[in-house]
Every structure is written in structure tokens, then in C-alpha cells.
């Protein structure tokens, strides 16, 4: 019995540590996708940067940071 438990754990073991040894190489990302990141990033933020300087939006914006000034407390 001892060795048939014995021999179950040492095959679990081998297994869950392979799979452990695999996620632990596939962690993170690596150099490319990084630099993948940033620039979706970067674009994304262009892209936002120019939808909030667009005259309708600043106008919309300037409106209700007066009207939150104006706002009686």
C-alpha cells in the first residue's frame, strides 16, 4: 500500500511540475510584445487626445466645469 501511494505521488508530482516548469518559461511577455503594447498604447492615447481637443468635446467640457464652478454648495 505504502509503495502503491509512494508511486502515485512521485507521478503527480512529475506531472504538476512540468506543467509548473512550462508556465513558468510562458510568464510574462516578452521584448516584442512589449513593444507591441506601448504602441497600441501610444496610439490609443493620440487617438483620445485628439477626440478631447476636438472643438465639440472641449466646448462640451469647458460647459460643465463652468457649470460644476457655478454650482451653489
Do not use: H
Not at 21 to 45: C, K, L, N, P
Amino acid at each position: 500500500m505504502y509503495q502503491t501511494y509512494r508511486a502515485v505521488r512521485a507521478r503527480l508530482s512529475a506531472s504538476v511540475g512540468g506543467v509548473v516548469r512550462r508556465a513558468r518559461r510562458d510568464a510574462g511577455m516578452v521584448t516584442s510584445e512589449y513593444a507591441m503594447g506601448i504602441v497600441a498604447a501610444v496610439a490609443f492615447a493620440v487617438v483620445l487626445y485628439k477626440v478631447v481637443t476636438s472643438g465639440a468635446v472641449s466646448a462640451e467640457l469647458q460647459g460643465i466645469v463652468k457649470q460644476a464652478l457655478d454650482a451653489r454648495m
